[in-house]
């Protein structure tokens, strides 16, 4: 690799506001995924601005997950589709959160390792959505054909939308999550892990239904959570919200989360433990003279698959590492 020097905010893409207010939407959303991870906040929230707009652009997404989360198809594509997620998160409307729901089941129905990236998102997601919604979220929780941890997900959604709307409404929610946990017919899988996240909100009228659902776990391979977890959640007296401790999924966009993500690729993460770089991570990128050149809109950058070595040296795909947003 060339002895480049280290990049800075100038390096980032950037748009005028003239060029995002002149722009169709399908064009800003063309722009995200041509941005990759380095889409600056302005375009993001002119985006998002355009409302119903913007989900009907993004209706057609849905349709062609399978082939967009294929590993071999162009990345455009693939950022489009992951910032398309946090725009329908964004936009505060009933048509955006129950096509959410629909793409995020898409997402993880074809590529399960998408779901630990985005997952600890999804409360905030949801949390500025219409009440209307509730019903798409609710349906999606009980589908025993979905896979448990995107069950237990929608249903940590509820609550967390519940929770926006004051104590009686997150009691009332609660209340339904437990009432789904009774029946035992359920997959176990799913009743194990929303009981797990019904700990986070202690009620002493599901003590009983959380021992009984730890006691269903001893001699398991793999328990989520054991009566000394209960006991502890007990204890604590009060409820874990954890959600409000992360910021919000746009603040990824901020400047200076973009440009260290840059710099990652140019800085010590980028090197083996001896100091040399690290071939495997950067062979693919053809780097030459003009690596910043400005361009009409965006200046040029690296891009970085999603399938490639994560340059932390992990030995994890990057989709799977440091693709996920920071806190």
Not at 82 to 93: K, M, W
């Amino acid at each position: 690799m060339p002895n480049l020097p280290p990049p800075t905010a100038d390096d980032l893409p950037q748009y005028s506001a003239q060029q995002l207010e002149r722009a169709s939407t399908q064009q800003l959303l063309e722009w995200l995924g041509e941005c990759a991870e380095f889409a600056p906040r302005n375009l993001f929230e002119a985006a998002a601005a355009r409302d119903e707009e913007m989900v009907a652009c993004l209706e057609p997404y849905c349709a062609r997950v399978p082939q967009i989360l294929a590993e071999d198809l162009e990345e455009d594509e693939f950022w489009a589709l992951v910032h398309g997620v946090n725009l329908l998160g964004r936009i505060d409307s009933r048509a955006a959160g129950e096509l959410l729901v629909r793409l995020l089941s898409d997402m993880i129905a074809c590529d399960q390792g998408m779901f630990d990236w985005i997952a600890e998102d999804w409360p905030y997601l949801f949390a500025n959505k219409p009440d209307a919604v509730q019903a798409a979220l609710d349906q999606a929780m009980r589908d025993r054909d979905r896979d448990a941890l995107l069950r237990e997900a929608f249903a940590r959604c509820l609550v967390a939308m519940a929770a926006d709307r004051g104590e009686p409404a997150l009691d009332a929610m609660i209340d339904h999550v437990a009432a789904q946990l009774h029946d035992a017919d359920d997959t176990p899988d799913f009743r194990w892990f929303a009981a797990s996240m019904l700990l986070d909100f202690p009620r002493a009228r599901h003590r009983a239904l959380l021992s009984q659902i730890a006691l269903e776990q001893h001699g398991a391979v793999y328990a989520v959570f054991h009566e000394s977890d209960v006991v502890a959640a007990f204890e604590r007296g009060s409820d874990d919200r954890s959600w409000l401790q992360r910021e919000p999924p746009w603040a990824w966009y901020d400047e200076e989360r973009a440009l260290a993500r840059l710099q990652r690729w140019f800085g010590d993460d980028a090197l083996d433990e001896d100091g040399s770089e690290s071939s495997d991570d950067f062979e693919d990128y053809d780097y030459d003279d003009d690596l910043y050149s400005a361009l009409p809109h965006v200046r040029e950058v690296p891009k970085i698959g999603r399938n490639d070595p994560c340059p932390c040296g992990s030995g994890k795909k990057y989709k799977k590492c440091c693709l996920p947003k920071e806190q």
